[in-house]
């Protein structure tokens, strides 16, 4: 595991400031160039006081996980960001493959993993904030998966948010529109990540995929009175869920229901 890319790389002077007893504790990993993404044992790792962006990045993740303490994990996150940001030149966007001698790459590559978890927790009072986080792991690996349907859900709370007290303005509609197209743009780049083929359906016989971002999708026409596109997506939400379901069951009844509906509201 400490040889594949998910490893981002711990500086050695954030290791000699983390105390020497760390070369020789086997929960730290050892000097790589590419940051551990994951989530490590804090307490196992012995740090008395965040020396790197890496450590900060850990500890949040403890304060998140274990002790319940947004507040703290979003001072940790917003730390590990200080500390490895590529616009004042501490951390590089990698696009290519390094040089033979990978611990040599100065500044060290940009984490993504602190910027998903910041991005997750500001999304709702910050949805703004945290569409620029997520698009920062999209820099870091434009194909990973979820981050455009996190992008899309930031942006369906940015239109629910610049909802006026008074509902029939113009200006008011017309940006909450702005936003659900933008939330329909991510969406559909979630979508071409995992693409449906002759090849895959052959395959596998699924006829359609992430059925999560399908009815997304469908909710979001629904709003903006697109009915032949709300029907379109709750049918291949359908689609997907018939050979794997969904961890929402319930909405699988409900999405024939709402065919139905809007078919009936054709004539009216």
Known sequence: MRSCLLLFAITSAGLAQSGIFQTANPNYPARNPFYFEGKIDYEKLGIVSPANAWEYMQRGIHRQDVLEDRAGAIEDYQESLRLNNPGKGSCQIVKSVPAE????????????????????????????????????????????????????????????????????????SDERERFYRQAIAAYQAELDLSPVTPQTISLTGDEANNAHTHWALAGIYEKLADRQSAISEYELYLKATKWHSDVYPWRIPLARKKIEQLNASEGN
């Not at 100065?106 to 984490?111: G, N, S």
């Not at 979820?146 to 909802?163: D, M, P």
Request: hydrophobic share 35%; charged share 30%; aromatic share 6%.
């Open 101 to 172: 001698d990978f611990g040599k790459l100065d500044p060290p590559p940009c984490m993504f993993t602190v910027r998903l978890r910041l991005g997750y927790l500001q999304m709702h009072d910050q949805p703004d904030e945290a569409v620029a986080l997520f698009r920062e792991v999209l820099q870091i690996d434009p194909r990973r998966l979820e981050v455009n349907k996190l992008i899309g859900e930031a942006f369906e709370i940015s239109a629910e948010k610049s909802q006026s007290s008074d509902k029939s303005s113009d200006k008011s």
